[in-house]
Every structure is written in structure tokens, then in C-alpha cells.
């Protein structure tokens, strides 16, 4: 390795001295992640301003035989983003390379540099009469590349897809410094290996997005957000089903809460609106139409009176403008924030056939209550997608921090991992693998899928110096 001081200055005369923090006060905000899970150390933050510079700065390194850790908004839920303790590895910034390049509308296209926020990108696609349908919690803060690197899901999954089936086109910074450009804004493509897509979900391990194509979609003209409470995680189920027939390809979100999460939301964001009190269970229903449709809250609303005579809805309430429906939005994407204000908890985000979550649930709270008497289940998700955010909080009078001590990770983590495994589900939904999950994809990755990840990883970075110890 060459001393960092000749490194330091090497990567100076190439993104300005400005843009290489080495201050104690500088660098913190880069080296611990959003839930405070994560400290680490950097020799250094880079933020470069092109795509020429982060390619000048991964040459350097790669030459230093310095590893370096991507980042984009660092609101990474598993640590990917975190440097190392050893302070041995250089944090790169996207940051600064947030400009939107182009956007085509006749092709539904848009070119955007990987520091964009998805909050920008989503701007820029209504600035040209369309949408960009990904859709976070975190948007205002997280940047596109962050996104298409953890392949994030949000709540629009269920008509869209999540990141990877957004994007057309990609440019990447190579572990040796060379630009892989393949910015193609094609929809059919069939000339080989879909390269682009061994960089979506790979969180910084085979390279850096530096630009990328995103597709873009009609944008909604009409709106229709409504709550729904139900009785039960089955009865849920029959609703989804229920809402996809009335609604068809309308039906944009379905998102489940659980009365703990959605009582932890309006605990820590007093004046979060609690329309359908008393109930166990509650889902977000968004329907969407390009078109302007009067109609369409009519068919809600006649979906949702159907399914209360069905007996799969307890009582239901559509939202009669749009800050209603904001506010209701607000009381699912504030659940993150509550738990984190609510203290540590265990985070689980998992995927299963939707038709298989029912009896899921019911095994794992049995397992778990077993294993931690008064634990909180803190569920809710996308369960349009299949995916829940099965988080456990600490039982009530209980010190958090003991409860979140490295024994109980594991312990919970093999108990939910487990049956999620054996039913033929994800340990990882949307959130990625990060250093959270590591191991855990180790034991439950198929010996013959992880050979192959490993022979990829080997292929494209066989210094080993991209975001190492993450994923694999
Ligand atoms: C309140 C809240 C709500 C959230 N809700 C959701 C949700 O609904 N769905 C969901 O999927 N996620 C969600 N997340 C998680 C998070 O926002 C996503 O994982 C997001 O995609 C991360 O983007 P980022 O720019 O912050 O990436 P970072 O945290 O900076 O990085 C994440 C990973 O990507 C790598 N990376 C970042 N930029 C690049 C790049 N340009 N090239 C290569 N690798 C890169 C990093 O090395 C790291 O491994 C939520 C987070 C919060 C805090």
C-alpha cells in the first residue's frame, strides 16, 4: 500500500483539496449510517464532480491498493454504505453528481447522474408531464445510484416493479478505473449478457454507477388513497386479491401496517390522523389512473363495500382530498422514523409468496414470543410485494440496548430467517445484504448460487477493492 499522504494528495490534484475531507468533523456524517448501527473510520471522503473523476480517483486507489466504499444519500439500511472501523478505505461521494443530463419524452427516458436524489429525478420526470413511479420514505434524501445499487422496492412495486425493472441503461466506474458505458435507452436489447443488470443490487461490490437510464411512465392524473381495517393478516390477503380484480393494473400500492407500527407513527408524529381506531391490522390502498377519471373513487369505494360485505374488511375510509390521502401516506412512511425515535429494535425485511405470509406469521410470533417473552412485532410493508418489515421491539419496560445485544440479532435472525427459508422466501426483500446480513446470506444462499456470486465478484474485482466485506 502507498503512503496515504502521497495518496491524499494524489486524489487532491484530482477532485480539488476542497473535496477531500480528512477533518474528524467532516468525515463523521459519512461514516455511521442512518439507524446509528454503523461506525466506522475513512482515510479520507472523495467527492468527485464527473464521471472522469471518480474513474481517476478508483485508479488511484486501486493502484494505492486502497478499498473503496460507495455512497449515495447513506440511508442504506444494512450498513453498505458504512466504512470499516480500520480507517484504511476511502469513502467516494456521489454527492456532487446530481445533475439530470436529459430527459426524452417521446421515448419515456431520462438520463441522471447517480448523486441525483430520487426526490429530483421524480421532479424532473413531472417537469416533463411524466412520472417516474419509485417511490421511498427516504426520497428526499437517497440518490438514484444508492437506489439502483440496493435494487430498492418502495411502494409502488406492485404496478411498476422495483429499481432493476426501471432502468435501461447504465454507466459504470470499473474496479481498475476504466468507464463501462452502455447509457442505451433501449427497451429491447438483446445483444448478449445483460451486463447492466450485475451492477443493480451489488451495493458498490463490482463498481460505481456514475449515470444511469431510467424509464419513465405516464404520470397520474387521478388519485385514490384509501384505509382500510382489517382483522386479520388473511383476511389482508383476500383483500389484495380482491382489490387486483376490481382494480386491475390501477391498483398501484398495497401497503400493511400492523396497530403497534401505525400506533408507533402517531406516537412520534402527534397529529397523525387515526380515522379507523380499534382495529389489529390496517392497509394502504393506492389506486392510480392516468386518464382523468371521476369514476375511479367510485370503484374504490364500491371495491372496498364489496370486501366489507365479503367480511375481509372490517370498515374502510377513502381519502376526499389530497392532504387526507397525504396524511395517511404519511402515517406509513413515518413507521421508520418512529421506530427509530422509539428506540434500538430488531429489523427483519423479508419476501415470501403472498399466499404464504398468513401462516408465516403465525409460526414465527409463536417462535419468537417463545424465545422473548413480551417481545413487540412492529410489522407493516409492502404486501403487495410480498415483502414485510417484520421488526421486533424491545418488551415494554425493557432496556432497548440489551434487548438489540449481539446474542438476540442472531438469535431472532435465525428464527425468522429460518422459517422464511423453509417456506422459499428472501432474507433480504429490498434493503440488500450490506454488513447486516452477511452472514446470514452465507447460511442460507444456496453453496452453489454463492460460488457463483463469488466468481463474479472475482471476475470484475479481483483486488478486492470495492465496498469489501459487504454482501460477500
Ligand atoms: C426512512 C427510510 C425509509 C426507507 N424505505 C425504503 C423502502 O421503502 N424501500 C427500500 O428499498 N429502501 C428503503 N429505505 C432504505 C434506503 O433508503 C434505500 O436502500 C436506498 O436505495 C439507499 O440509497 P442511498 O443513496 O441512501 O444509498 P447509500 O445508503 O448511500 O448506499 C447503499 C448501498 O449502495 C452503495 N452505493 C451507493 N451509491 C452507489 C453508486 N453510485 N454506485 C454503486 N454503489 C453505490 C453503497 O456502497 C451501499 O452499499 C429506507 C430508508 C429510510 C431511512
Not at 144 to 168: K, S, W
Not at 338 to 355: C, F, M, T, W, Y
Not at 436 to 446: P, S
Request: charged letters at 20%; aromatic letters at 4%.
Amino acid at each position: 500500500m502507498a503512503e496515504p499522504a502521497t495518496l491524499l494528495a494524489r486524489l487532491a490534484s484530482i477532485v480539488g483539496g476542497g473535496n477531500v475531507l480528512t477533518a474528524a468533523a467532516e468525515v463523521a456524517p459519512y461514516v455511521s449510517d442512518w439507524r446509528g448501527r454503523y461506525k466506522g473510520a475513512a482515510l479520507a471522503v472523495v467527492r468527485p464532480s464527473c464521471t472522469a473523476e471518480v474513474a481517476a480517483v478508483v485508479r488511484a486507489c486501486a493502484e494505492a491498493g486502497v478499498p473503496v466504499v460507495p455512497q449515495g444519500g447513506n440511508t442504506g439500511l444494512c450498513g453498505g454504505a458504512t466504512p470499516h472501523d480500520r480507517g484504511d478505505e476511502i469513502v467516494v461521494s456521489l454527492a456532487r453528481m446530481n445533475r439530470i443530463r436529459a430527459v426524452d419524452a417521446d421515448n419515456a427516458t431520462l438520463v441522471v447522474e447517480a448523486g441525483a436524489t430520487l426526490a429530483a429525478v421524480q421532479s424532473a420526470a413531472r417537469d416533463a408531464g411524466l412520472a417516474f413511479p419509485l417511490s421511498l420514505a427516504s426520497e428526499g434524501s437517497c440518490t438514484i445510484g444508492g437506489n439502483l445499487a440496493t435494487n430498492a422496492g418502495g411502494t409502488a412495486v406492485l404496478r411498476y416493479g422495483n429499481a432493476r425493472e426501471l432502468v435501461l441503461g447504465v454507466e459504470v466506474v470499473l474496479a481498475d478505473g476504466s468507464v463501462l458505458d452502455m447509457k442505451r435507452a433501449l427497451r429491447k436489447d438483446n445483444t448478449g449478457y445483460d451486463l447492466k443488470q450485475l451492477f443493480i443490487g451489488a451495493e458498490g461490490t463490482l463498481g460505481i454507477l456514475t449515470a444511469v437510464v431510467l424509464k419513465l411512465f405516464a404520470a397520474p392524473r387521478t388519485q385514490v388513497t384509501s384505509l382500510v381495517a382489517i382483522a386479520s393478516v388473511r383476511d389482508a390477503v383476500a383483500l389484495l386479491r380482491h382489490a387486483k380484480q376490481a382494480l386491475g393494473d390501477r391498483l398501484v400500492g398495497f401497503e400493511l401496517m400492523s396497530d403497534v407500527a401505525f400506533g408507533l407513527s402517531r406516537k412520534h408524529h402527534p397529529g397523525t390522523p387515526d380515522p379507523l381506531p380499534g382495529h389489529p391490522w390496517y392497509a394502504l390502498v393506492q389506486a392510480d389512473d392516468s386518464a382523468d377519471d371521476p369514476g375511479l373513487a367510485d370503484r374504490v369505494e364500491a371495491m372496498l363495500g364489496a370486501a366489507i360485505e365479503l367480511g375481509i374488511a372490517a370498515d374502510a375510509t377513502v381519502a376526499r382530498s389530497v392532504a387526507q390521502a397525504a396524511a395517511m401516506w404519511s402515517a406509513r412512511e413515518n413507521i421508520s422514523e418512529a421506530q427509530r425515535r422509539e428506540g434500538p429494535n430488531l429489523k427483519h425485511d423479508i419476501s415470501l409468496p403472498v399466499s404464504a405470509i398468513p401462516a408465516y406469521l403465525d409460526e414465527a410470533e409463536r417462535a419468537l414470543a417463545a424465545a422473548f417473552p413480551g417481545v413487540r412485532f412492529v410489522v407493516f410493508g409492502h404486501l403487495g410485494d410480498g415483502n414485510l418489515h417484520y421488526n421486533l421491539s424491545a418488551p415494554a419496560g425493557t432496556a432497548n440496548e440489551s434487548f438489540v445485544a449481539a446474542s438476540n440479532v442472531e438469535r431472532a435472525q435465525r428464527i425468522v430467517h429460518d422459517l422464511v427459508a423453509a417456506r422459499g422466501g428472501s432474507i433480504s426483500a429490498e434493503h440488500g445484504i450490506g454488513q447486516l446480513k452477511r452472514g446470514e446470506l452465507q447460511r442460507t444462499k444456496a453453496p452453489l448460487e454463492l460460488a457463483l456470486m463469488k466468481r463474479i465478484k472475482a471476475a470484475l474485482d479481483p483486488a478486492g477493492i470495492l465496498n469489501p466485506g459487504k454482501v460477500l
